[in-house]
């Protein structure tokens, strides 16, 4: 007997792969968890009968011997599937977007597509399978909610693709749109309640600002509206979650500003993430929260309280070019280090200018190749003291979009700092 199985809590991608799975292997079984979320209860209530369902306590373990695992390929993700995990001879295949999982097999399916249905469907294209309507909408339905109707960065253009196929299969957006509302379900009432809660305000640089640390259990839909809607009640400039999943030891960090000054898509690039003006996230890897609100406190407010100095963190010795050297050679030197730029010196060694990737599309016709790189430099130089702070440096990457900065000591360049410096502080600071 083959069975399909997906994880306890379904969403609609996961009961989407559940479906398309059992086309892929003619005469399985589904078995959805009792667990499912309450958008799928509301579908399930109107569409039970299309399906075949079997619960988990309907399956004579002893007469499976293929397991399809769909969605998910993590044992502890399973509903009342333990009675399989030691099973001898017990064929497992996995269809998977998640990167991580325990299930060990050698028929793995995974890939970081936007929705797991997207590999699914590719695979139904492929066979030529027939699907119907209701089919092609479920499909889509998961595909949608899981991509975000494919605006999540995670999205890939297989996802669009197997859209664009879902409806020449005649996937209904009537029925779709009818089903699949914003996913503000009971976990992300109690978050955001529990975020009022203790919701907390400081005034930096003269905006208002809220920072709120939570614990969470596993990925968490949606956690950008819940922000946005937390940053509209609590009525602050700016606001951020730090959402910190203790089992995969990961923090999600997301903020919200209502204020150009606050631009959340470069303090989420300075912290390894992105974003726009507007709204970002970066996923840091066994970071302390503490840690992360310091580091937004600090780079909102450019206080300066870190004892660790930029003399101990940047990179060195610097090469650095004079500004009579021709650009033709600069363009070699750059090459030969494989760096992006570097900073131009006067005939005393005095930082005048820094060249970088940018400022060589200025240089269009070949007879500049010969001119002196002054005429091509830009001469708006960022540079920071040797006694500040890491912190700092972070900062000033920040406000002026750039990725390195020359370290001065006394009129001279002693080092330079760049981002993965700056990161590679940061990252030190965690507790083992
Ligand atoms: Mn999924």
């Not at 196929?165 to 005649?170: P, T």
């Not at 976990?187 to 939570?214: C, N, P, T, V, W």
Request: glycine letters at 6%; proline letters at 3%; a negative charge.
């Amino acid at each position: 007997m083959i069975i399909v199985t997906t994880h306890k809590g379904s969403d609609f991608d996961a009961l989407a792969s559940l479906v398309a799975a059992t086309l892929l292997y003619p005469g399985a079984k589904p078995v959805l968890p009792t667990s499912i979320n309450a958008n799928l209860k509301a579908f399930l209530s109107i569409h039970k009968d299309l399906f075949d369902f079997y619960s988990p306590k309907d399956i004579t373990y002893e007469h499976v011997n293929t397991l399809v695992v769909v969605d998910t390929h993590s044992w502890n993700r399973l509903e009342d599937m333990d009675a399989l995990k030691d099973k001898k001879d017990l064929e497992i295949i996995i269809w998977d977007h998640h990167s991580e999982g325990d299930i060990e097999t050698d028929q793995k399916n995974i890939k970081e597509t936007g929705a797991t249905v997207t590999m699914l469907v590719q695979e139904i294209e492929k066979q030529r399978k027939l699907i119907t309507p209701i089919q092609a909408t479920l499909f889509l339905i998961g595909l949608y909610e899981d991509t975000g109707n494919l605006t999540f960065p995670s999205t890939l253009s297989e996802d669009a693709h197997a859209a664009g196929f879902l409806l020449d299969r005649k996937a209904d957006l009537y029925i779709l749109s009818t089903f699949l509302r914003q996913a503000y379900g009971k976990k992300q009432k109690d978050i955001l309640f529990d975020m009022i809660q203790k919701a907390q305000r400081l005034e930096l640089s003269g905006f208002s600002i809220s920072i709120s640390k939570m614990e969470v259990e596993g990925r968490i839909q949606n956690l950008a509206m819940v922000l946005q809607m937390y940053r509209e009640i609590v009525n602050v400039d700016a606001a951020f979650g730090i959402f910190r999943d203790v089992e995969r030891n990961k923090c999600m960090v997301i903020g919200r500003s209502n204020v150009d000054e606050i631009n959340i898509g470069l303090l989420m690039r300075s912290v390894g993430g992105g974003g726009h003006p507007g709204a970002g996230s970066a996923l840091l890897k066994a970071v302390n929260p503490d840690v992360i609100e310091e580091m937004l406190i600090e780079l909102i407010s450019g206080n300066q309280h870190s004892s660790v100095l930029l003399s101990d963190i940047m990179s060195y010795p610097v090469v650095t070019v004079s500004e009579d050297t021709k650009v033709e050679e600069v363009v070699m030197i750059l090459r030969d280090m494989g760096c992006t730029g570097m900073p131009v010196v006067d005939k005393d060694d005095h930082i005048v200018g820094v060249i970088s990737r940018r400022d060589f599309k200025k240089v269009r016709r070949s007879n500049h190749m010969q001119s002196p790189i002054k005429a091509f430099m830009s001469r708006n130089v960022v540079t920071i003291d040797h006694n500040r702070s890491a912190i700092e440096a972070a900062r000033l990457m920040m406000k002026h979009d750039i990725g390195r900065i020359p370290v001065m000591k006394d009129d001279k360049i002693i080092g330079i700092i760049t981002r993965s410096d700056a990161m590679m502080y940061f990252y030190d600071l965690l507790p083992d």
